[in-house]
């Protein structure tokens, strides 16, 4: 079936530097890439979300780029804080429903 | 707060034994989905409605069910409990019927399963 693998599984950053979360997915119909962030206790939350006609998409400290030909696509924390801890998933479209990726537990080191 | 409530938060239970879980959708959101997260693990799919209808069906088990009221809640059912099924378990809503749209999540459910 369709999967994404999503890297790394845990990420340790210095606050202020910057974070990057890649993930590469299989099904090359695909048109429709979001990420989720997921706080200690809560349920995960949309962050941003990219559409296939675009290469990259920004939000203030956060940026997705999409490679369709590569099929991956990645996400981009600049001068991270420490509200940025917290589990990222990257998902994608197959079929009109989402695949998800096994997440990304993102630690700002003070 | 997304909007979306799920009850009850917290729910201790024996092997053997059927829960039911509650959720309900932000307002006019017609789609529910229903998720499944083991202990650092990701976000299992396993089942989605639309309109009081099954829309899409992942990795649920034959001992789990769940509907959509005709007032757009849903209701996860969980029989036959076994350890493994201990788990935090999400409900999410969108307004149309597929996954290209944001969802919204509730705050989850934990399942702890003696």
């Known amino acids: 079936g369709e999967n994404v693998e999503q890297h790394p599984s845990t990420l340790s950053v210095q606050e202020g530097d910057s974070a990057v979360i890649k993930c590469t997915y299989s099904?090359?119909?695909?048109?429709?890439f979001p990420w989720y962030k997921q706080e200690l206790g809560k349920g995960p939350q949309l962050i941003i979300d990219?559409?296939?006609n675009v290469g990259e998409k920004k939000d203030q400290r956060i940026a997705v780029t999409l490679n369709k030909t590569a099929k991956h696509f990645s996400l981009h924390i600049t001068e991270t804080q420490p509200e940025d801890s917290a589990v990222y998933f990257c998902?994608?479209?197959?079929?009109?429903?989402?695949?998800w990726g096994a997440g990304t537990k993102l630690i700002i080191k003070p | 707060d997304s909007g979306v409530t799920q009850t009850p938060k917290h729910l201790i239970t024996a092997t053997g034994q059927r829960v039911t879980l509650r959720c309900s959708p932000r307002?006019?959101?017609?789609?529910v989905y229903w998720y499944q997260q083991s202990l650092d693990q990701g976000l299992q799919f396993l089942i989605q409605?639309?309109?009081?209808?099954?829309?899409a069906k992942g990795n649920i088990l034959e001992r789990f069910s769940a509907q959509q009221f005709p007032d757009l809640h849903s209701e996860l059912n969980l029989s036959s409990l076994e350890l493994g099924d201990s788990a935090l378990y999400f409900c999410?809503?969108?307004?149309?019927?597929?996954?290209?749209?944001?969802?919204?999540f509730g705050e989850g459910s934990r399942l702890t399963v003696l």
């Open positions: 999410a809503s969108s307004l149309g019927p597929t996954g290209t749209g944001e969802l919204f």
């Open positions: 307002s006019g959101d017609l789609s």
């Open positions: 409605y639309y309109n009081g209808e099954e829309r």
């Open positions: 099904d090359s119909a695909s048109n429709y």
């Open positions: 990219i559409r296939s």
């Open positions: 998902a994608y479209d197959s079929n009109y429903q989402l695949i």
